[in-house]
């Protein structure tokens, strides 16, 4: 079965640094990935995904994230980060099933605090 | 506009007190989850359904009841409450393309 570890619960940048948060996934199948965001007393939002092809995905509020196969490794970034970006974030892989349904697991989340 | 609504969005309830959150889609999907987050845990599958009246458990469904007699309707029914579903819970669905998940804005459960 697959799974998602995000390693760090909370991390805190300045408004401008380099954001980098962490995901590794476990998939006997090549996976899809999912980058959610989720801003206080909202729900989730897709910031980006990973299906086939680059590998290098870009995705909304100047987010990016890159798959490496060789480390199970999704991570995502952004070079300058905004106070706005404070939120919660869930890196996702989809695990499949017989009839085309598709299930998201998640990781436990990454509280993202942006300082001045 | 594209949307899935739960409601209530806020509800304090007491500990056997039946309760049912509502979900509902526009958008045709056959593919509804119901999700609950709790800190350090992430989101994990409640139920799912695939279609009309096909339904199955995901991941932690103890507890929980769900009926899909509508396309576009996914309530959650918690029969008889108690402290450890206290929880914030999400509402998905899907086209069944991958990534194409929309989530409610959540239900904020407290169950004293």
């Known amino acids: 079965a697959q799974s998602v570890t995000q390693l760090g619960s909370h991390v805190s940048v300045s408004e401008g640094a380099l954001v980098l948060l962490r995901c590794n996934y476990s998939?006997?199948?090549?996976?899809?990935l999912f980058w959610y965001v989720q801003y206080p007393n909202q729900g989730l939002q897709l910031l980006l995904k990973?299906?086939?092809?680059?590998?290098l995905v870009k995705g909304i509020n100047g987010f990016e994230a890159e798959f490496k196969k060789s480390e199970t490794s999704f991570h995502l970034t952004k070079p300058s980060a905004h106070m706005s970006d404070a939120a919660e974030y869930f890196c996702a892989v989809s695990e499949w099933f017989s009839g085309g349904y598709n299930k998201l697991i998640f990781g436990a989340g990454t509280r993202l605090a942006v300082h001045p | 506009e594209a949307q899935v609504t739960q409601n209530p969005r806020y509800l304090i309830t007491v500990t056997g007190k039946k309760l049912t959150v509502t979900c509902s889609q526009n958008m045709n999907h056959e593919y509804m989850s119901w999700y609950r987050q709790d800190p350090g845990l992430g989101l994990r599958q409640i139920y799912y359904?695939?279609?009309?009246?096909?339904?199955d458990k995901g991941d932690v469904p103890e507890g929980y009841k769900v009926s899909r007699k509508e396309k576009r309707n996914f309530p959650l029914i918690l029969e008889s409450p108690s402290p450890n579903q206290t929880s914030l819970y999400f509402c998905?669905?899907?086209?069944?393309?991958?990534?194409?998940?929309?989530f409610g804005s959540g239900t904020r459960l407290t169950v004293v």
């Open positions: 990973y299906t086939t092809g680059a590998t």
């Open positions: 998939s006997s199948v090549p996976p899809y």
């Open positions: 998905a669905s899907s086209s069944g393309q991958v990534g194409g998940y929309t």
């Open positions: 359904s695939m279609n009309v009246e096909v339904t």
